[in-house]
C-alpha cells in the first residue's frame, strides 16, 4: 500500500565515546523513509535547503523513495542539529540547533501523497501534523510520533494531532510525560483515550511494547553487540513498523 511520511529532513554532526562526525543525513522523514522502503515505495514530504546536494537526493532515490514533495529553498540551509552521547547511548545532549528553512516550513502534499493509504507524522510541530492529516481524509492508518519538547509546551495540541490518528509511537517516559501516570501500563491506557486504536512505547534496548484497549504484547529488542550511534533510532524503528503494515 502507499506510504507517505512528513517530518524533518537534516544535517546531524554527533559524537559519542566511539567516534565523532561532522555532517550526516537526518532528521525524522529520512530516518522513516529509509527503514520503511525496505518493505514499500516511500513519499517524502519536507523541506531542505541549498546544502541538499545531489548525493542527499540520489541516496534516496536510489531506495526507492519519492521526494516530489520535498522543497528546496535555494536561499536556505538545511535544518541541522549537532549532539552528544555518553557511554550508555541512551541520552542525547544537544550542542547545537539550527532550524534554517526548517523554521518556516509549510508541507505542501500533492495529489498522490495526499491519497496515500498510510500516513506518517513524524516528529514536527503538532499543530502541522494536524494540518496534514486534514489534508490526507483518505488515510486508512494513520501514525504519529511526538517528543517530550511539545508534550512539556504545547501539551493540548499534541494530544488534539493524537485524537486524529490511529496509532502513536513514543518511547516510555514521553507516555509518563502525557499521561500524568508512573505505572507504564496505566500510562498506555489514559493515551489510549485519545481515540487510538494502539499505542506503541519504544524501550530502547529492551524492547518496544504494543497496548490496545484489550490487549498487550511485549517483545525484547534483537540484541547488537557493536552500537555506535543511535540518533534516528526510534523513526527508524516507526518505519520498519509501518512499512512492514504497508506491504
Known amino acids: 500500500m502507499s506510504l507517505t511520511a512528513v ?6 554532526a554527533v559524537e559519542t565515546p566511539f567516534g565523532k562526525r561532522e555532517k550526516m543525513l537526518g532528521g525524522s522523514a529520512v530516518h522513516f523513509a529509509l527503514s520503511a522502503s525496505f518493505f514499500t515505495d516511500v513519499r517524502v514530504v519536507g523541506v531542505v535547503g541549498n546544502d541538499f546536494g545531489d548525493e542527499e537526493f540520489n541516496l534516496l532515490h536510489s531506495k526507492g523513495i519519492n521526494t516530489d514533495d520535498v522543497q528546496q529553498i535555494a536561499d536556505g540551509k538545511t535544518f541541522f542539529w549537532r ?6 547511548l541512551n541520552t542525547a545532549h544537544t550542542l547545537d540547533t539550527q532550524l534554517n528553512v526548517f523554521e518556516t516550513f509549510q508541507p505542501k502534499l500533492s495529489d498522490a501523497s495526499k491519497n496515500s493509504k498510510l500516513l506518517f507524522l513524524g516528529n514536527i510541530l503538532p499543530m502541522l501534523q494536524k494540518e496534514v492529516r486534514e489534508q490526507c481524509p483518505k488515510s486508512e492508518l494513520v501514525a504519529l510520533d511526538t517528543m517530550n519538547f511539545w508534550i ?10 493524537m485524537k486524529l490518528v490511529d496509532v502513536v509511537i513514543i518511547n516510555d517516559a514521553e507516555a509518563r510525560q502525557l499521561s500524568g501516570e508512573a505505572n507504564i501500563h496505566k500510562a498506555a491506557q489514559k493515551v489510549l483515550d485519545f481515540g487510538l486504536k494502539a499505542l ?13 484497549k484489550e490487549n498487550y504484547f511485549a517483545i525484547p529488542a534483537y540484541p547488537l553487540e557493536s552500537v555506535f550511534d543511535p540518533t534516528g533510532a526510534g523513526d527508524t524503528f516507526a518505519g520498519g513498523f509501518i512499512g512492514y503494515l504497508a506491504s
Open 200 to 212: 506503541v512505547i519504544k524501550r530502547g534496548e529492551y524492547g518496544a511494547a504494543l497496548f490496545t
Open 7 to 12: 517530518g524533518s529532513m537534516a544535517f546531524d
Open 152 to 161: 512539556s509546551s504545547m501539551k493540548d495540541n499534541v494530544v488534539e494531532a
Open 83 to 88: 549532539g552528544r552521547y555518553d557511554f550508555d
